[in-house]
């Protein structure tokens, strides 16, 4: 699997936090058919079909889109929904939030602006916060395994 799979997308950085603004036309010309429907389109995709709902291996999410870091795996739990489910971002501008009704909002990158899924008040105590992200947004970075250094 590659680690970049838009290779010709020149927004993509894992580094450059600062806020895109890219038309859509453009995204739709860089990015998969399938990671511009949901990234732009807000179309969910179905439970227990992404790449990574049931992913327990320590590591980091970033975004598919544009590179930006958004979830550790220390904060992601197992939810019976079928999405992966995180308990909170990497840091508080991760993402950007779309009020969509008082159990729900929508979360968007920080840096790009595409539709990554939901926020929901009915996670884990204490902070009953679950967000709900389609795998199709996520790239995971495994950590390296230390035991595998042969210094
Ligand atoms: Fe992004």
Redesign the pocket.
Known sequence: MPKQPQPLNPYYSRTDTAKLSVADAEWKVLLSRTLYKVARKGVTEQPFTGKYWDNESPGTYF?A??G?RLFRSEEKFTSSSGWPSFLKTVRSNSVRYRKESAMEMEVL?G??G?HLGHLYTDGPPPMGRRFSINSALLEFEADRDPSEDRS
Do not use: E, H, I
């Open positions: 975004c889109v544009c930006n990158c840096r790009c595409s």
